[in-house]
């Protein structure tokens, strides 16, 4: 597809179960970024990636968080033992060149993967 | 957190009217972007502005950026019912970082 895709799409997880999250970004795109957003919030960032060097993990809020992107193109963002408060809509967002040094690279979101945590 | 601010947090306007949104940030910036998020959905890129740029237009969209103030404002001229959403602002250095984002209703 043209787009960033991500799936699933809904997953509703119990306290507990680790989750895995996909994503693959428009092809070509040397930037992956994930992002949580927590409703009624803005997307907070979590992590980037530039080809298969994750160089930013900076947001990631706990150690029960893992992100990868092994061949540089498609991402899997894990969560380990979920809890309550994991409950968010996952984003993630390609871009074609890089954020730092580059003025001018668009950064494109897939509509999110919705984790609720019972 | 480096978030920036935006405000108003909502607007309500009628259809027609003009839509200012406005976002300040706290660090140096690469450019400056605009997105548009329906409820339930992923974002949507509407505008990118560089540093060294003052203001762009796109369609009905103006997006002015101010750095010695280090704020830009969202302008929607003519807002369609379709217009509603929420917007947020990002700021680039290094990474994207969102605002909190400004709810816009635009009544029939």
């Known amino acids: 597809g043209a787009g960033v895709s991500q799936s699933p799409r809904y997953k509703v997880a119990k306290r507990g179960q680790d989750v895995a999250l996909r994503c693959d970004p428009i092809s070509g795109h040397v930037s992956l970024f994930w992002y949580q957003q927590a409703l009624g919030q803005g997307p907070e960032f979590l992590t980037y990636f530039q080809n298969e060097a994750q160089l930013d993990k900076s947001g990631l809020p706990s150690d029960r968080f893992f992100a990868e992107r092994p061949e540089g193109s498609v991402s899997t963002l894990k969560i380990q033992r979920t809890q309550q408060e994991d409950s968010a809509v996952y984003l993630c967002?390609?871009?074609?060149?890089?954020?730092?040094?580059?003025?001018?690279?668009?950064?494109?979101f897939g509509e999110g993967s919705w984790l609720t945590v019972v | 957190s480096q978030q920036g601010e935006e405000d108003p947090q909502a607007l309500s306007i009628q259809e027609g009217e003009n839509a200012t949104m406005n976002c300040s940030y706290k660090?140096?910036?690469?450019?400056l972007q605009w997105y548009r998020q329906n409820s339930g959905r992923g974002l949507v890129h509407l505008i990118l502005i560089r540093s060294n740029e003052r203001e762009k237009h796109s369609g009905r969209l103006r997006v002015t950026l101010d750095t010695s103030k280090k704020s830009s404002s969202l302008l929607i001229t003519a807002s369609r019912a379709a217009d509603t959403a929420s917007y947020f602002c990002a700021h680039a250095w290094g990474k994207l970082t969102f605002g909190q984002g400004t709810i816009l209703t635009v009544h029939p």
């Open positions: 967002a390609s871009s074609l060149g890089f954020l730092k040094g580059a003025s001018g690279n668009t950064i494109y």
């Open positions: 660090t140096s910036i690469n450019n």
